[in-house]
């Protein structure tokens, strides 16, 4: 029971242009996302979160967009730069008033962006 | 200020034996969470620990896995008599509320567990 879904697994951006990675969730007590990048044999790195008492945060090139009725949220990278190909993972928690809540992971969506 | 840390970064095992990965939190955070990762999967909530407390382990296998985060030094995740299933990146996070009631977890390298 996947509560968390990236549906592309892969995406091909050109330099300069923007990424759009996707997430789908089905847990409607969800209140909190964050998106986190990925290097190989790395640890995630947080990038950007947003309540769900918003529908967008943005910071510097990362905007996140969140579709509460939807169930639906975006991360848009612009503009896209070689150095932004990783594998980005959404995460979701609940509660997030209270400490201490496990973040739920989707699958991952390798970005590939090409110089 | 230094990030989350964990060693070892690799450690191979033979089926049966124990395998005992460590985690430092942040400094000032409280919250000490465990993930496993299995290949080409995403990551999956085992623990959250805080100071001698397990709060959540509705993630951790029932038998032989284990997890303390003591008064003092780091938290550390036991899995005894390994087996080849268990190979995977363990990843621990910390994390702090802050003023504004969120709570971010910021994540270490990673301990990729090997069993042959």
């Known amino acids: 029971d996947q509560q968390v879904k990236q549906n592309s697994p892969s995406l091909s951006v050109q330099e300069g242009r923007i990424s759009i990675l996707n997430c789908d969730y089905t847990?409607?007590?969800?209140?909190?996302f964050l998106w986190y990048k990925k290097y190989p044999a790395e640890g995630p790195t947080f990038l950007i979160s947003?309540?769900?008492?918003?529908d967008k945060n943005e910071d510097g090139r990362f905007t996140v967009f969140l579709n509460k009725s939807a169930k639906h949220l975006s991360l848009h990278i612009v503009p896209s730069q070689p150095g932004d190909s990783a594998v980005y993972f959404c995460?979701?928690?609940?509660?997030?008033?209270?400490?201490?809540?496990?973040?739920?992971f989707g699958g991952g969506t390798r970005l590939m962006v090409k110089p | 200020n230094a990030g989350v840390m964990q060693n070892p970064r690799h450690l191979v095992r033979r089926r049966g034996q124990e395998a005992r990965l460590r985690c430092s939190p942040m400094?000032?955070?409280?919250?000490v969470y465990w993930y496993r990762q299995l290949p080409e999967e995403g990551l999956k909530f085992m623990v959250y620990l805080q100071k001698e407390n397990i709060i959540d382990e509705s993630g951790m296998p029932k038998e032989r896995f284990s997890a303390e985060f003591p008064k003092e030094g780091p938290s550390i995740l036991r899995i005894q008599q390994v087996v080849r299933g268990d190979s995977a990146a363990y990843f621990c996070?910390?994390?702090?509320?802050?003023?504004?009631?969120?709570?971010?977890?910021?994540f270490g390298p990673g301990t990729r567990l090997t069993v042959l």
């Open positions: 947003i309540s769900s008492i918003k």
């Open positions: 996070a910390s994390s702090r509320t802050r003023s504004d009631g969120t709570d971010t977890q910021y």
């Open positions: 847990n409607s007590m969800f209140d909190y």
């Open positions: 995460a979701a928690s609940e509660g997030n008033n209270n400490a201490g809540n496990m973040l739920t």
């Open positions: 400094k000032g955070h409280s919250h």
